[in-house]
């Protein structure tokens, strides 16, 4: 299994940034995938959820709903994070995740700085 992030970068606030997340070795339609971010100095915390197949299943913490939409595309084994009006807060290294009955699987990180 191998999960690949990218897209993050620098961005102002206010601004927006989509992170890719490509995955490898496994049957991608068949997991839930989730994002998770780890803020300077803070615990990793869950960003948002996206159920197996079409992913019509969509979960958020509660406060980045409106602002964050969390996508799949089967086709590409690629999950994304589309993330709008962009906080300060909002940095963090971004985290790809997907778990199997036996193991959990995690990514590099992408860093996301918002600062002017």
């Known amino acids: 299994v191998q999960l690949v992030e990218s897209g993050g970068g620098l961005v102002q606030p206010g601004g927006s940034l989509r992170l890719s997340c490509a995955a490898s070795?496994?049957?991608?339609?068949?997991?839930?995938m989730r994002w998770y971010r780890q803020p300077p100095g803070k615990e990793r915390e869950w960003v948002a959820t996206?159920?197996?197949?079409?992913?019509?299943?969509?979960k958020y913490a509660d406060s980045l709903k409106g602002r964050f939409t969390i996508s799949r595309d089967n086709a590409k084994n690629t999950v994304y994070l589309e993330m709008n009006s962009l906080k300060p807060e909002d940095t963090a290294v971004y985290y790809c995740?997907?778990?199997?009955?036996?193991?959990?699987?995690w990514g590099q990180g992408t860093q996301v700085t918002v600062s002017s």
């Open positions: 995740n997907t778990r199997s009955w036996a193991s959990e699987y």
């Open positions: 070795g496994f049957t991608f339609s068949n997991y839930v």
């Open positions: 996206i159920s197996a197949g079409t992913g019509d299943v969509t």
